[in-house]
């Protein structure tokens, strides 16, 4: 969706329009979900905490002074919203370690699934292993992969949302890239994809 079609449909949220805010939500679903589910600790509960977020959103978006700031104005409630789900997982110890205990089960299941190579094979077509390999980011650069390519956010909406400067979001960007493809470069080496398996 263009900037102007969607700057008319936050006016229109604003104004108290819900088909408006409707049409919003389902045009940035998708991302929602997937921001949320890159940004919070249980995995699992994805869904309930991007309702969470919708729910923020429907209920503060007539605070919202300029329509044409909307996906920046989203992306920090989503941040807002995990941040505060997160803290409140850390402080029941009990859920933390069933936490660690449940991505320790899956990184046996991942490194099975990665000793049979066509299954790795057919997971880089598909984009799972792309994924992966974001989602074992730092937070912070994780968050920024998912905003610019993604999301398609500017550098300047992504530095508005981070609270950072433009500069320091093409620096993280250009980190975060390095990491991807060194993590890519390691996986195809375990693979013989590029002759580092003899």
Request: hydrophobic share 40%; aromatic share 6%; charged share 30%.
């Amino acid at each position: 969706m263009d900037k102007r079609k969607l700057a008319a449909l936050a006016t229109r949220a604003i104004a108290g329009d819900n088909e408006a805010f409707e049409a919003f939500y389902v045009e940035h679903a998708r991302s929602i979900l997937f921001h949320v589910r890159s940004l919070i600790v249980d995995k699992e509960n994805y869904l309930d905490v991007a309702q969470e977020v919708v729910l923020e959103m429907l209920e503060h978006i007539g605070q919202l002074r300029e329509p044409v700031a909307i996906r920046g104005w989203m992306h920090r409630i989503i941040r807002s919203t995990c941040a505060s789900h997160n803290r409140g997982l850390m402080k029941d110890e009990k859920h933390l370690a069933a936490t660690y205990e449940s991505e320790a089960l899956e990184t046996v299941k991942d490194e099975d699934w990665e000793s049979d190579p066509e299954a790795a094979t057919m997971a880089r077509v598909e984009g799972n292993e792309l994924f992966s390999i974001v989602n074992r980011l730092p937070a912070a650069y994780r968050e920024i992969i998912i905003q610019r390519y993604y999301d398609d956010l500017s550098y300047k909406e992504i530095a508005e949302v981070q609270g950072i400067s433009v500069t320091n979001v093409s620096t993280r960007l250009h980190r975060a890239m390095q990491m991807i493809r060194r993590e890519m470069e390691d996986t195809n080496k375990d693979l013989g994809i590029l002759g580092g398996a003899d």
